[in-house]
């Protein structure tokens, strides 16, 4: 059999590996300089003026919500079609989540649905930029400022993509992002919170060491000395390592090339496809350039899906599903959630498959994806 072909991968120079054989050499490993070099470098990447790492995406997203002040009683509003971290995030600190279901061709949250589903617990608006898509910004700020509420963005799959020209990272009030190794770029695990807002910054480069600060400026109590340090929030430690910071420094400045690479893979699938009545391929909006994180089709049958996966694994495609919607999980369901509610989502949940998409996939890799669907097709 072929070798198998994963449905992300990342992808690693030697000149990612001379930069961690650097840093190891180097006085840090945990957090120092490497770390404050990356977020300066990911500021400018993205457009954001400030960027706080953190240690995984998840981190980031819990760190967000608190920098955006969640707390025990509210409620945030976002997509079931995600990663259940985008709601175990907002439920680690005490809040709800109200799933409100997706546009059945992007994937990505209905924007025409969210002001129905405010209530005065609500606090924060949370798109998912499905697959690297941006989602619909420009309702959903005029829903969030209309109603006074938070609009932060889980952009863990849409580093580099772009709405209406402006970068990933300028869109909403704050941005997590994810590291991890089938990410826009990696630095093995990893995040960041992207935001222009100074306070929640601070608030979020906090809660990622503790709650604690050494600025002397900040001080509550008398400074006793050089040694003294205080601790104003209850956080974590949610820090980044210098290690894992030189890694992203080094993929950061290969990250449009890797978006521009998903660009090209994106396109040769569309085309391939383009007389396949089958499937349907993901949508397109004019006002978003996707960086193209998963390439999900979707069959016209649904009882279709299980069949091609297994055919598609069957022959080394290694095809995943996203996402089994998050009030699914058992987790959920004993919260109270249930299926149906969501109608579009699950629908797009029963029809998808996420083929084959990464910076180093080549034309022969497409095609091996491509004329192996067509074969479960036409038989
Ligand atoms: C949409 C989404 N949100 C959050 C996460 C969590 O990121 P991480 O795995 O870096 O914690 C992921 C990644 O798995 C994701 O796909």
Do not use: C
């Amino acid at each position: 059999m072929a070798d198998f072909l994963p449905y992300g991968r990342q992808s690693i120079d030697e000149s990612d590996v001379q930069a961690v054989a650097d840093t190891l050499r180097s006085d840090y490993l945990t957090t120092g300089p490497a770390v404050a070099r990356f977020e300066a470098a990911l500021a400018t990447a993205s457009g954001a003026q400030h960027a706080v790492a953190v240690n995984s995406g998840t981190s980031a997203l819990h760190a967000m919500y608190f920098a955006a002040g969640l707390e025990q009683g509210d409620e945030i509003i976002t997509s079931p079609l995600t990663f259940a971290a985008t709601a175990n995030a907002a439920l680690y600190l005490g809040a709800t989540v109200k799933f409100v279901d997706i546009e059945p061709d992007t994937g990505n949250i209905d924007a025409s649905l969210v002001e129905a589903a405010v209530t005065d617990r609500t606090k924060l608006i949370v798109p998912i930029d499905f697959a690297g898509q941006p989602a619909d910004y420009d309702a959903l700020r005029a829903i969030a400022e209309a109603r006074g509420l938070g609009l932060v963005a889980d952009a863990a799959h849409s580093l580099g993509a772009s709405h209406r020209g402006r970068p990933v990272g300028t869109l909403a009030d704050a941005s997590s992002v994810s590291f991890h190794p089938v990410k826009p770029i990696t630095t093995a695990e990893g995040g960041a919170v992207l935001t222009d807002d100074a306070a929640l910054a601070r608030r979020a480069r906090l809660f990622q060491t503790h709650g604690i600060t050494k600025d002397a400026g900040e001080m509550q109590d008398r400074d006793e000395g050089p040694w003294w340090y205080e601790q104003h929030d209850l956080g974590y430690n949610y820090r980044l390592t210098d290690v894992q910071a030189a890694l992203g420094l080094s993929q950061l400045q290969r990250l449009e090339t890797f978006v521009m690479r998903r660009r090209q893979v994106a396109d040769l699938y569309d085309e391939a496809f383009a007389a396949t009545t089958d499937i349907h391929l993901p949508a397109r909006r004019d006002y978003s350039n996707s960086g193209w994180h998963l390439y999900v089709i979707r069959m016209r049958e649904a009882a279709d899906r299980r069949p091609l996966f297994e055919h598609l694994r069957a022959t080394g495609i290694g095809v995943q599903v996203h996402y089994l919607p998050v009030y699914f999980h058992p987790y959920y369901r004993e919260l109270g959630y249930q299926r149906g509610l969501a109608p579009e989502a699950e629908e797009f949940y029963r029809a998808a498959i996420s083929l084959p998409i990464f910076p180093a996939m080549t034309e022969a890799d497409v095609m091996r994806v491509t004329e192996s669907v067509q074969r479960y097709f036409t038989g």
